[in-house]
């Protein structure tokens, strides 16, 4: 009789319940800088500024930086990265006349900067100028100089900037890059927050505060000016010819592929695999797994848990027959029929049927002999020279068998029964029945 067995109520609601607990928890969060991110952490207004100044076309929201793809006259906007940026393909890009801006405080991009020379430092703790008299909230200024009453040293960036409200900001150490915004300080060195260097023909600008940038510090007309000064400065024209190309605009966690300049060859693309592998394991011990992937992991996991649970309270269950009304079976009961189970099994050991051979062996030659089962071997085997039962090639024969059943045997006692082939297995029988018939034919000739 088939009986159906359904999940109760209960269960079902225990079930749904599990499984919108996970999705809740699989929810991704969205990280602050993000330029489709509206909030006030967001970078939505920067993005929207460079599509009025640039229009929509010029401006590429991508989430993933394509080497390959860039030209000298684009500009690269990073804001605080969260993965490795690549020096090399950076670097190329650079030299060529390319313009890129890294404007990060506590990402990875202090890798990058290091190998320019550019290091994080801390920000004054009593800055001159701060707003609220917040030291968190420091005001940072164009670093000019003035001689005679005129102002020098300006960069373009700041043209029309007076000031930049930075938000709990670093600051930068370099050796003889060109400061853009500096913090003064009362007590303690001024520190600059912005500078920027010629690498060959290309330029690099380093901000050491992003937070300078998302919607909520946007509504200040410095930094309103500021941010649209940079994204000018990223695209206009250079000393060596016309430029106007794209801004790529990217932030916090993004991948990298291609190679600047042209298509990679196989071993390069080998080797760009492997590398974006290892920097994927080295992201995922420092930073845990990645958001899209435990999404993903999460997912998995509710998918399955409800098909388990379909299948489980759908299950038909056919009732079971009481054990005292089951039959036997072979390898349960004694007897020729309960052994011949046994070595017939396809679990039993190879060495355990050899076993078995050979006691058939020892049984069935003493029969021939004449003599009790359990005689010594060596009484077996003289007696079987001594009527010349075997010829001397199959007397050798048989001792051989014989120690090698013997091998058999001791593998077993020891708890470690050696690997016997059923081909093997089949040989031995075969010599076993060829010996005893060899023997029986002999004694009929010769009684």
């Known amino acids: 009789m088939l009986v159906s067995g359904r999940m109760p ?71 605080h990265p969260q993965t490795r940026l690549d020096y090399d393909e950076l670097a190329a890009f650079l030299r060529a006349g390319g313009r890129l801006a890294l404007v990060d405080d506590h990402g990875r991009g202090a890798e990058l900067l290091a190998r320019f020379q550019i290091h994080r430092i801390n920000a004054p703790l009593r800055p001159r100028n701060a707003l609220r008299a917040n030291a968190n909230l420091a005001i940072a200024e164009p670093s000019v100089q003035v001689v005679a009453g005129i102002e020098q040293g300006r960069h373009p960036i700041v043209a029309d900037v007076d000031r930049v409200i930075t938000n709990h900001p670093t600051a930068l150490a370099h050796p003889d890059l060109t400061p853009v915004l500096k913090i003064q300080a009362v007590g303690e060195p001024d520190a600059t927050v912005a500078v920027t260097g010629i690498i060959n023909r290309g330029r690099l600008f380093a901000m050491a505060d992003p937070s300078a940038l998302i919607n909520l510090m946007l509504r200040y007309p410095g930094n309103r000016a500021f941010a649209s000064g940079l994204i000018a400065y990223l695209v206009e024209e250079d000393s060596w010819g016309p430029r106007g190309g794209r801004l790529y605009l990217l932030a916090n966690d993004f991948r990298q592929r291609g190679h600047y300049g042209g298509e990679a060859g196989l071993m390069d693309q080998a080797v760009d695999h492997a590398e974006s592998l290892l920097r994927m394991l080295h992201d995922m011990q420092d930073n845990g797994l990645p958001n899209i992937l435990a999404v993903l992991l999460a997912t998995a996991f509710v998918v399955g848990a409800s098909v388990w649970t379909v299948m489980v309270s759908s299950r038909t269950y056919r009732r ?128």
């Open 9 to 79: 109520a209960r269960r079902w609601w225990l079930a749904w319940a599990t499984i919108l607990a996970a999705l809740l928890f699989a929810v991704e969060t969205r990280a602050a800088f993000e330029y489709r991110d509206e909030g006030w952490e967001g970078s939505s207004e920067l993005l929207e500024l460079a599509r009025e100044q640039l229009g929509k076309d010029r401006v590429q929201l991508v989430a993933a930086l394509d080497y390959g793809l860039l030209k000298p006259e684009d500009g690269v906007l990073i804001l």
């Open 320 to 447: 079971s027959r009481p054990r005292y009304a089951t039959g036997m079976p072979l390898v349960a009961q004694a007897g020729i029929a309960g052994r011949a189970a046994v070595l017939a099994a396809p679990t039993t050991k190879g060495a355990l049927v050899v076993v078995e051979l050979k006691a058939a062996l020892e049984e069935g030659l003493a029969h021939e002999l004449g003599i009790e089962a359990g005689t010594a071997r060596a009484a077996v085997l003289a007696g079987i020279e001594e009527r010349q039962l075997l010829n001397r090639g199959k007397l050798e024969q048989l001792r051989e068998l014989l120690r090698e059943m013997d091998r058999a045997e001791a593998s077993i006692a020891a708890a470690q029964p050696v690997k016997v082939r059923p081909q093997h297995v089949q040989s031995m029988n075969r010599q076993v029945k060829e010996i005893l018939e060899e023997v029986k034919a002999s004694k009929s000739q010769h009684p």
